[in-house]
């Protein structure tokens, strides 16, 4: 099985920094992508940015504020979230795709942006 391990959230003032991990670990034949959602309470599950290849995508309104980073020769995948907005209190989820073309989930890690 296939297990994605989220960590790097909490709370954090707006303006603020926060950096999440996600180490990926298991049968995995491959990594087409790797991501980042979130889950704004009341809202639907939405793509926050993707990296596939170095190649790297993002939602509009992140766009200038995060970053999302791979470690080379690892299936671990970063999100470097500067100047937050209490906006961005989500529970952000890592994903990865595999060659396989299936598609795996960490358990979430809370973000809480808030004075």
């Known amino acids: 099985q296939v297990q994605l391990v989220e960590s790097g959230g909490g709370l954090v003032q707006p303006g603020g920094s926060l950096r999440l991990s996600c180490a990926a670990s298991?049968?995995?034949?491959?990594?087409?992508?790797m991501g980042w959602y979130r889950q704004i309470p009341g809202k639907e599950r939405e793509m926050v940015a993707a990296?596939?290849?170095?190649?790297?995508t993002y939602a509009d309104v992140v766009k200038g504020r995060f970053t999302i980073s791979s470690a080379n020769g690892k299936n671990t995948v970063y999100l470097q979230m500067n100047n937050l907005k209490p906006e961005d209190t989500a529970v952000y989820y890592c994903?990865?795709?595999?060659?396989?073309?299936?598609?795996?989930w960490g358990q979430g890690t809370q973000v809480t942006v808030s004075s």
């Open positions: 994903t990865v795709t595999s060659a396989l073309n299936r598609s795996h």
């Open positions: 298991g049968s995995i034949f491959g990594i087409r992508s």
């Open positions: 990296i596939s290849s170095g190649v790297t």
